[in-house]
C-alpha cells in the first residue's frame, strides 16, 4: 500500500470519527440546555398552579362573604 493510498485510507476514517464526536458533544449540550430549559419551566408552571390556587381561594372567601352580607347565609 503506498503513502498516498494510506493517508487516504487514514482520512477516510479519521474525518468522519471526528464529526461523529463533534455531533455528540452538539446533542450532549442541547440536551444539557433542554434540562435546564425545562427545569425552569416546571419552576414557573409550579409557581401559576400556586397564584391560581391562591385566587381560587380568595374568590371563594369573596362569594361566602356576598352570601353572608347580601342573603343572610352564615359562612361554613
Known sequence: MTDVQLLTLAIAMIVPLALLLYSNSRITE???TLRA?????????KRLEEKIDAHFEHMELRFKLHE???????PE
Open 30 to 32: 442541547a440536551k444539557e
Open 37 to 45: 430549559d425545562i427545569a425552569t419551566l416546571r419552576v414557573d408552571i
Open 68 to 74: 353572608y352580607e347580601h342573603h343572610g347565609k352564615k
